[in-house]
Nanobody, 119 residues
């Protein structure tokens, strides 16, 4: 069974920084995509940043230039460095990987970590 656990969320003032970390455990044979999503109250979950197996990174327009994603497939970790945070970044942040386990390829999600940016 694959499990993801996020850490690093919290309360920060506008303009501040946070680093979110995620570690995966369980029988993981391979990982392709790794990423971070977020969901604000009353809104749908949206992709924030992702890193493909090739190393290609993708960011939502709202975070480009402020957030940086990095992933280590050998260590099964993915990190999101967030700078110049804005109140609109307030949301629950979810770690995601697309991984191969003994049951096959599947999407896996962490339980989420809350980020609150005060104005």
């Amino acid at each position: 069974q694959v499990q993801l656990v996020e850490s690093g969320g919290g309360l920060v003032q506008t303009g501040g920084s946070l680093v979110l970390s995620c570690v995966a455990s369980g029988t993981i044979i391979g990982i392709t995509d790794m990423g971070w999503f977020r969901q604000a109250p009353g809104k749908e979950r949206e992709m924030v940043a992702a890193v493909e197996k090739s190393g290609t990174t993708k960011y939502s327009d709202s975070v480009k230039g402020r957030f940086t994603i990095s992933g280590d497939r050998a260590k099964k970790t993915v990190t999101l460095q967030m700078t110049n945070l804005k109140p609109e970044d307030t949301a629950d942040y979810y770690c995601h990987i697309y991984a191969l386990s003994p049951t096959g390829w599947d999407n896996h999600w962490g339980p989420g970590t809350q980020v609150t940016v005060s104005s």
